[in-house]
Nanobody
Framework: QVELVESGGASVQAGGSLRLSCAAS????????MGWFRQAPGKEREGVAG????????YILVSVKGRFTISRDNAKNTLYLQMNNLKPEDTAMYYC????????????????WGQGTQVTVSS
């Protein structure tokens, strides 16, 4: 079992920045990938960014490329999502995810989910 706890969500103005954190505990060695998903009201959950835990190779959603960066501190078992130049369309609940295949960029890759942290961007 892997437990994921997100933090860092907040309400910000457009153009602002936030850093989301996801602390992982439990059998983290079983997770070959970790990632971030988001879900806005009335929309499907989408993969925003994912990373292979051993190689560090990563995936980023095209619409956030150049603004969001995913990183991981293996020593701290913590995943980060640095979000810059935030836009109102980035408003969503952001979920941390861990899994055993791919980049954790698709829901099919995910085995474990966090509870989510809310990001609200106002114009």
């Amino acid at each position: 079992q892997v437990e994921l706890v997100e933090s860092g969500g907040a309400s910000v103005q457009a153009g602002g920045s936030l850093r989301l954190s996801c602390a992982a505990s439990g059998h983290t060695y079983r997770s070959s990938c970790m990632g971030w998903f988001r879900q806005a009201p009335g929309k499907e959950r989408e993969g925003v960014a994912g990373i292979r835990t051993n190689s560090g190779n990563s995936y980023i959603l095209v619409s956030v490329k150049g603004r969001f960066t995913i990183s991981r501190d293996n020593a701290k078992n913590t995943l980060y999502l640095q979000m810059n130049n935030l836009k109102p369309e980035d408003t969503a609940m952001y979920y941390c995810a861990a899994g055993g295949s791919g980049y954790c960029a698709r829901a099919d890759d995910v085995v474990y989910w966090g509870q989510g942290t809310q990001v609200t961007v106002s114009s």
